[in-house]
């Protein structure tokens, strides 16, 4: 079979990995690959590369993404829906595996509707597709936020300050929270739970009144301030996704006026995106990137490689992007017990 590759939308530790176990495995079964440079730009554009065992052998460890990427919308307007489909008949392709999250995924879907047959991998540092346990991508950029928030508590507690983190996640705030808790933050804020200004503020105060004299905010880049509405003040993305960031700032006004604190921010934005993917990140997408090459043999389209337990499944591309898999209330209100001393 001849089978095109791309990988869509922010790219993340785990992508090289992937690429590297598809065409692996897809050598074993004699398919001939055609890689698509910048995720959906490259089938808009018949922008190709060949993808060789020389090329992929060594990218197990490292980040980014040898096809490139971009977040171009494939089905954008009805000329782009055609021209995709017109180019995947003209480079020959049988199917195409993308891998991404849920705008390259639902790009997907709705070209295996018009017959284009894709089979998808998930991935995003977000962590926030459905059908699917974790993503390949968010146990890195947890690891390096982690890091990052380790380092700030040491400047913290030299200088008496509070340090808040700013940490990217889009609308689900799996990263902040993971990172929050397991860097033993003071408080956590994500953007399921709305800021309650006056709660960080009085918690901020006790911490202080019970004698520690510095503290650590974790804060979610798509938390909203209260008086900004939705829709203010970001530019969008193709596919008309706020482009985020910033938040970290006022949080840490917000600290520093309530309190009388001392307080600095730190948004650690893409710094979580780059370098060499963790080990669960290289097992699971190995692992995702094998199952894709055996769903697109089985012609199992408009599936994707999903990790459900120990397992990986396939799960309909249609349920991986309905919902977002936000952080349920009841799991914050769980960890929550961390920081309400
Ligand atoms: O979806 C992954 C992500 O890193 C989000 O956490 C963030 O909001 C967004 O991408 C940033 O996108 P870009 O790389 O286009 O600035």
């Known amino acids: 079979m001849r089978i095109g590759v791309l990988t869509g939308g922010g790219d993340c530790p785990g992508l090289n990995p992937a690429i590297r176990a598809i065409v692996m495995r897809a050598f074993d079964y004699g398919d001939e690959l055609v890689g698509l440079r910048q995720g959906w730009r490259g089938l808009r554009e018949k922008e190709t590369m060949p993808l060789t065992l020389e090329l992929v052998e060594p990218i197990i460890d490292s980040g980014g993404t040898i096809l490139e990427s971009s977040r171009t919308n494939p089905v954008k307007d009805a000329e782009s829906t055609e021209l995709c489909l017109d180019n995947a008949r003209e480079l020959g392709l049988d199917a195409l595996i993308a891998l991404g999250g849920e705008d390259t995924l639902g790009g997907a879907h709705k070209l295996c509707a018009r017959g284009l047959k894709c089979v998808g991998v998930p991935k995003t540092m977000d962590n926030d597709l459905s059908a699917t346990d974790y993503t390949f ?34 609308h689900a705030g799996w990263v902040a929270l993971h990172t929050g808790v397991c860097a033993g933050a003071d408080y956590i804020l994500i953007p399921e739970i709305p ?17 520690k004299h510095w503290g650590l905010v974790v804060v979610s880049e798509g938390v909203k301030p209260p008086e900004v509405g939705e829709g203010e003040k970001h530019a969008k993305d193709e596919f008309g996704h706020e482009k985020l960031g910033g938040i970290g700032g006022f949080v840490a006004a ?15 934005g893409h710094v979580v995106r780059g370098g060499s993917p963790t080990p669960f990140d290289r097992w699971l997408a190995t692992r995702v990137g094998i199952k894709a090459v055996e769903l697109v043999h089985e012609g199992k389209f408009d599936h994707m490689a ?31 017990t961390l920081f309400s001393q």
């Not at 309530?258 to 730190?266: A, C, E, L, Q």
């Not at 999903?306 to 209330?329: C, R, S, Y």
């Open 195 to 211: 800021l309650d200004r006056d709660g960080l503020i009085e918690h901020i105060k006790e911490i202080k009144a019970r004698g």
């Open 137 to 170: 991508g968010f146990d890195s950029a947890v690891s390096v936020a982690v890091d990052a928030a380790d380092r700030l508590k040491d400047t913290a507690r030299s200088h008496r300050r509070v340090l808040v983190l700013e940490v990217m996640g889009r």
């Open 306 to 336: 999903a990790l459900q337990g120990n397992q990986i499944v396939a799960v309909p591309l249609a349920d991986a992007v309905e919902n977002l898999k936000t952080v349920p209330t009841a799991l914050y209100e769980e960890v929550k």
């Open 254 to 268: 917000v600290i520093e006026k309530g309190s009388g604190i001392d307080t600095r921010y730190v948004t650690l």
